[in-house]
């Protein structure tokens, strides 16, 4: 939780010092940043986690070692041609730190691979430890240059390089995999990865894309404006993170009646909890927003409510998503996330021009819209199971603090 709360509490300080223009255009770049290693990793993390799941994570970790080590150039070169093209304002000196970032984003997914092995382990503290370094150091960074006045959207960039470099740091600490030793032949490693590889895109692009291709749509002050509405809503990342991990191992596990029992209670779940998320959070975005990020963010509060909103279906998505990579039909999850981004992305062009942040928080929510439909038509189990009841919200609190029960 704490990996995620952490950003949060220097958002604001971000905010109030870059301006909405500067916010909007590093909105921009870290959106393009969390696509990254998505994108360059090819779904691979998702295969790591299955081959650790049958026993045999050593191995895979070390041949995903050598395939994302020949991912790290051409990830600086995209991310050249990026900050070039797409992110109009970027002084010479963001260009180069945004390039290199991308290409840091290449050693995030090596440190996700890691993860994936602790996941499965169920070694949950370790993996905290991992997530907080990252946010640990971004939070710390940002705070030093407030302190030092040298924030800049470049700097800012920098900070970023060392938090993806102290995770990785931290994820091989706790992994201790070996890297001397035999490896996964790569073909059927890289295979099943491609499998899931649309579908991470497309999930992480649901969340990225939009905000990255707001500063080119809406304009620099517009896209500060979604930014910040963008960072209220990503709370709920810690009910999806905590759902997509509980179920995980499960769903990998079981089969028929009971299989369909369980992903019924994790979609309940994420509606339920996600629902009582968004309600706090729609009563106390107003005052939020006014209050931490100034007067002069307050056209953020319309699309931020809708951002919380979308947040409900955030969580549902990402939890099915697990669960359907748990069980290998990654096509079926590449079909659901990449259908939600085609119509959000579409529906968010169309208005460029004329739109504001506002009309980006509607993409995004009817991206959410199309890919929770298709994730619900595609888990084992009738419509009507999937409808929350009562004494779920018990079972919600459990989970987040102790973790599912045994006959879950």
Do not use: K
Not at 364 to 391: E, K, Q, W
């Amino acid at each position: 939780m704490g990996s995620m709360i952490l950003p949060f509490v220097v958002a604001p300080l971000i905010a109030r010092d870059l301006g909405p223009a500067e916010r909007g255009l590093y909105g921009s770049a870290i959106a393009g940043l969390a696509l990254a290693p998505v994108l360059f990793g090819m779904g691979l993390p998702l295969a790591v986690r299955r081959e650790a799941a049958r026993g045999d994570g050593g191995a895979a970790i070390r041949t995903a070692m050598w395939i994302c080590a020949a991912m790290l150039l051409p990830a600086v070169g995209i991310g050249f041609l990026v900050a070039r093209h797409m992110l109009p304002g970027l002084t010479s000196v963001g260009i180069a730190a945004f390039a290199i970032a991308c290409g840091s984003a290449v050693l995030q997914t090596f440190g996700l691979c890691l993860q994936g092995c602790l996941v499965i382990e169920h070694r949950y503290a370790a993996i905290a430890v991992v997530q907080i370094a990252q946010s640990a150091t971004m939070s710390l960074g940002a705070a030093g240059l407030w302190f030092a006045d040298r924030m800049t959207v470049a700097s800012l960039l920098v900070v970023f390089v060392a938090s993806i470099l102290a995770t990785v740091i931290a994820a091989a600490a706790a992994a201790r995999v070996s890297l001397r030793g035999a490896r996964a032949r790569p073909q059927p490693l890289l295979v099943e990865s491609v499998s899931y590889a649309g579908s991470q895109i497309a999930e992480t692009g649901s969340n990225t894309l939009i905000p990255l291709l707001a500063v080119l749509v809406i304009g620099g002050r517009e896209s500060g404006y979604l930014a910040v509405a963008m960072t209220i809503a990503s709370l709920a990342a810690v009910l999806a993170n905590t759902l997509g991990v509980l179920g995980y191992r499960d769903a990998a596990t079981r089969t028929g009646v009971e299989l369909a029992e369980f992903c019924a209670l994790i979609v309940r779940i994420s509606l339920a909890s996600a629902g009582l998320f968004a309600l706090a959070m729609a009563c106390l975005t107003p005052l939020l927003i006014s209050t931490l990020f100034g007067e002069e963010y307050r056209p953020a509060i319309g699309p931020a409510l809708v951002a919380v909103a979308g947040s409900i279906l955030y969580v549902l998505n990402f939890a099915t998503s697990q669960l359907l990579a748990a069980q290998g039909r990654g096509w079926s999850m590449t079909a659901a996330q990449v259908g939600g981004l085609v119509v959000g992305v579409t529906v968010f062009a169309a208005g460029a021009g004329w739109a504001g942040a506002l009309w980006g928080a509607i993409a995004v929510l009817i991206c959410r819209v199309v890919t929770a439909v298709a994730c619900l038509r595609s888990l084992p189990r009738g419509a009507s199971s999937f409808i929350p009841r009562l004494n779920d919200l018990p079972v919600a609190a459990r989970a987040y603090v102790r973790g599912l029960p045994a006959d879950a």
